[in-house]
């Protein structure tokens, strides 16, 4: 693979994020059909952006001096006699490998953790993974629409037969002890007269007669037979009211 030597040295120095950076000391090691041969390890200041692993003669200096493509290698941890060595190892018969010594354990675990993740092989990885729990989600969430919303409204179903319909909720009790009305519809779809008010008890001696019961059935929603009923009530109080007043009674 041929690269623009001055378009990488551009990417090298530009001010792109950098996924990871610091000192190591680099060895290479060529493999030879007679053996390994080594060179000796040089401090660089390495810089890792994307796939590219670019190093650099000292921290200050504007082109790098070497670049590493992390395609087709495997990054692992080697038998040196430096302490906390690792190597850069390539799938290819013949290629070279790269010794680098980090300054300690916690610089030498976050340059392996950081190279492992560059090559674009762990990124498909990584988008295939992510691709297959998007899918399951979206699985998971389809199946949570199709299925039916359960709701109480107010209504609790028997507990000794579920089978049964629910039981509607008492309805809630005022200060004065009447409830409250409800003008919605029936099961019948019938809509429902308001509650008749506590009957008054004719005094003893009175002689004004009990009121009947109301004649107004449940399916009666007439506002004039229900004006009537009620004005006799009133009416029947006031014949009373005027009685007592006759006999000096307040």
């Not at 810089?47 to 990054?75: A, D, H, I, Q």
């Not at 779809?189 to 308001?194: A, D, F, R, S």
């Not at 009537?228 to 009133?234: R, S």
Request: contains cysteine; glycine residues 6%; proline residues 7%.
């Amino acid at each position: 693979m041929k690269l623009n030597e001055r378009s990488v040295a551009h990417y090298a120095t530009c001010d792109s994020p950098t996924d990871h950076a610091g000192f190591l000391r680099k060895r290479v090691e060529r493999h030879h059909h007679h053996g390994h041969h080594g060179t000796s390890y040089q401090r660089r200041w390495f810089v890792l952006k994307g796939n590219l692993l670019f190093y650099f003669e000292e921290r200050e200096s504007r082109e790098p001096v070497g670049l590493v493509v992390l395609e087709g290698c495997t990054v692992e941890l080697c038998e040196a006699a430096e302490e906390f060595a690792f190597a850069i190892r390539f799938d290819d018969a013949g290629a070279k490998a790269y010794v680098l010594v980090a300054d300690g354990q916690a610089s030498m675990e976050a340059w392996v953790k950081a190279l492992s993740r560059a090559s674009f092989d762990y990124m498909r990885l990584v988008v295939r993974e992510l691709e297959k729990q998007l899918e399951e989600a979206c699985t998971s969430l389809a199946a949570c629409r199709r299925s039916p919303r359960r709701s109480s409204l107010g209504r609790k179903r028997h507990l000794s037969n579920p089978a049964l319909p629910p039981v509607q909720e008492k309805p809630p009790v005022l200060e004065n002890g009447y409830s409250t009305w409800s003008s919605g519809p029936d099961r019948d779809g019938h809509t429902k007269p308001p509650p008749l008010p506590p009957r008054r008890r004719s005094a003893i001696g009175s002689s004004v007669p009990a009121l009947q019961e109301s004649p107004v059935s449940p399916e009666t929603t007439c506002f004039a037979k229900l004006h009537h009923w009620y004005g006799q009530e009133i009416a029947a109080l006031r014949q009373e009211w005027q009685e007592r007043q006759k006999r000096g009674h307040p």
